[in-house]
């Protein structure tokens, strides 16, 4: 069983910064790509960002581009969410997903392709 375990969601003003986590654990899994998805009330599930091991690539939608960075800490198995210049239409649950079929060639934004989830962290961006 792999568990995957989000943290750093909060409330910020317009403007501000916040750093999520990402926390891998259970079994050894082959983590091919993972990514963080968002979700507000009545909206679909959209893609936010994904980082894929080997070789090492990010992916970024163009609404968050410039704005979030994805890294990772192997030592850690943890990824994060690094977002900056927030605005409210940012505020929405964040999801941490994980892989292990991914191997490039396409846009992995779909959420269906993810075996993996977290529970989900609230980021709220106030005006």
């Known amino acids: 069983q792999v568990q995957l375990v989000e943290s750093g969601g909060g409330l910020v003003q317009a403007g501000g910064s916040l750093r999520l986590s990402c926390a891998a654990s259970?079994?050894?899994?082959?983590?091919?790509?993972m990514g963080w998805f968002r979700q507000a009330p009545g909206k679909e599930r959209e893609f936010v960002a994904a980082i894929r091991w080997s070789p090492y690539y990010t992916y970024y939608p163009d609404s968050v581009k410039g704005r979030f960075t994805i890294s990772r800490e192997n030592a850690k198995n943890t990824v994060y969410l690094q977002m900056n210049s927030l605005k409210p239409e940012d505020t929405a649950v964040y999801y941490c997903?994980?892989?292990?079929?991914?191997?490039?060639?396409?846009?992995?934004?779909?959420?269906?392709?993810?075996?993996?989830w977290g529970q989900g962290t609230q980021v709220t961006v106030s005006s």
């Open positions: 997903a994980a892989d292990e079929n991914y191997n490039g060639g396409y846009w992995p934004g779909n959420p269906t392709l993810y075996d993996y």
């Open positions: 259970g079994r050894t899994f082959s983590r091919n790509i």
